[in-house]
């Protein structure tokens, strides 16, 4: 009662203070709740100054939990020892513990030897992670290396390096748009929101066939205006697990083409597809191989499992080495007050295991045995859901689809169930991280899939 009558005085006279006047004869000091009053005599009547620890942020409104790694948050949180995290797309090992790749061990051991500074780098990054990672994206032979074509900037991940290629369309592009898949990884539309870029969505997904709506992309991406950017994922996409076949990639390249778009790639899974570096950069190599002027940004978070690091970069392939240097210059106008210069610890591991031809093979085999496990899972998930489910459902699009996910169709109310009665926790968009899987859980799990479909609407 006492505190509401003292918002509402709060509120009327300032933020943090309130005076009122009382006839009566007090003086000193009380507490009310947990504010101070302080009572003074002033011209015969008393006034009451009341300090309140009210907040000048209590504007400010409650945010809702991000909607992949707010499922992390409420995993910690459950004491149910069946409980499984399908959340967040990051690999567990069969123990369903986190894994530090035997090559980052060795490239850090390198950084230790040589007794690496830490001194800021430049805005643009390490040159060597630079180098790198422009060669490991395109082929170190790729015309468009070799004629510096490439403005390639160290960014903060795969996130950051997105954001810093919105901020590009943002300042040089004003009024284009971002065409972006339908669905997509959630933070795509955070991005160009927080960024002030427009999006719309392209059709991506087609639930009757639980494959790609491959005539609704295209339709779509012809639709847009002139000169739009069309966001896509390079390879495993996200979160649908389908991608387009190389000769749907040369289709959606000639539209692109024709409409004079601009191609935006979001790498984030190179080698985590196929397991092979090359295969899963296919896709952007074959837009560059057209001559054409595409942005890519890369993630070395999941396919060398640097999540913390926030190691990634962005680069923008341009048709002349005059442009791309231009580039260059305003994408480090634009990190320089965003976050100065990028952390040197996962340049430097990048650096170290492409650079070190032996760490650079061991790393490609680690690869293989990540991408190898999760193909084992989706394997053996797909089995017990076949074997156990006698309802006729056809489950093969388990198996169609690729890299870390798996889009099982469960709708909202059924992700719930998934999560309320199994411990299961995933996206309410149905998605669930096959990284997080062990073997000895699939059984459980196609149980709590089959409960979840049948039996919840
Ligand atoms: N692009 C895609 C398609 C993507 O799935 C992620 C991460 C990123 C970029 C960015 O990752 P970074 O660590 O900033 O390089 N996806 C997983 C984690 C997350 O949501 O942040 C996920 O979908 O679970």
């Not at 060597?128 to 070799?146: H, Y």
């Not at 972006?180 to 991005?191: D, E, L």
């Not at 054409?292 to 978070?301: G, H, I, N, P, T």
Request: charged residues 20%; hydrophobic residues 40%.
């Amino acid at each position: 009662m006492a505190s509401s009558v003292l918002s509402i005085a709060t509120q009327c006279v300032s933020p943090n203070a309130s005076s009122l006047s009382i006839n009566e004869t007090h003086k000193g000091k009380a507490k009310l709740g947990g504010s101070t009053l302080r009572f003074s005599k002033s011209s015969g009547r008393i006034s009451m100054t009341v300090a309140v620890n009210v907040s000048r942020f209590e504007g400010i409104p409650m945010a809702p939990p991000d909607p992949i790694l707010g499922v992390s948050e409420a995993f910690r949180a459950d004491t149910n020892d069946v409980k499984l995290n399908l959340g967040v797309g990051a690999y567990r090992t069969e123990e369903l513990q986190p894994y530090v790749l035997n090559v980052v061990k060795k490239a850090e051991n390198l950084m230790l030897e040589r007794g690496d500074n830490k001194e800021y780098l430049p805005i643009e990054g390490l040159a060597a992670f630079n180098k790198a990672t422009a060669e490991l994206l395109l082929g170190a032979d790729n015309p468009a290396i070799k004629e510096q074509r490439i403005a390639t900037v160290q960014g903060l991940s795969g996130t950051g390096s997105l954001r810093l290629g919105a901020a590009l369309i943002e300042r040089y592009f004003p009024g284009s748009k971002v065409l972006i898949s339908a669905p997509t990884w959630g933070n795509h539309k955070n991005i160009f929101n927080d960024a002030r870029v427009p999006w719309s969505e392209y059709r991506y997904y087609d639930p009757r066939t639980v494959g790609l709506d491959f005539e609704g992309m295209i339709e779509d991406i012809k639709a847009a205006p002139e000169g739009t950017f069309v966001l896509l994922h390079g390879c495993a996409h996200n979160p649908t697990g389908i991608d387009p076949t190389p000769e749907q990639w040369e289709k959606i390249a000639d539209v692109i083409q024709q409409k004079n778009h601009i191609p935006f790639f979001d790498v984030a899974y190179q080698g985590f597809a196929s397991g092979s570096l090359d295969e899963d950069a296919a896709s952007v190599r074959l837009f560059v191989a057209r001559g054409m002027e595409v942005l890519v940004a890369q993630s070395y978070s999941k396919n060398l499992g640097l999540y913390a690091e926030r190691i990634g970069a962005m680069n923008v392939i341009s048709s002349s080495s005059e442009s791309a240097t231009r580039v260059k210059s305003q994408l480090k106008r634009l990190a320089r007050p965003m976050y100065s210069n990028p952390p040197v610890h996962g340049a430097r591991i990048v650096a170290n295991v492409v650079g070190t031809p032996v760490l650079f093979d061991e790393w490609k085999a680690e690869m293989e045995m990540m991408a190898g496990r999760i193909k084992n899972v989706r394997q053996k998930l797909y089995d017990s859901i076949s074997s156990k489910d006698k309802s006729g459902k056809d489950w093969s699009f388990i198996l169609k689809q690729i890299g870390m996910f798996s889009y099982t169709g469960l709708n909202k109310n059924q992700s719930d169930n998934m999560t309320n009665k199994w411990h299961v926790y995933m996206t309410k968009d149905g998605r669930i991280s096959l990284a997080g899987l062990s073997l000895a859980k699939c059984e459980y799990l196609a149980d709590a899939i089959i409960d979840s479909y049948h039996n919840v609407s």
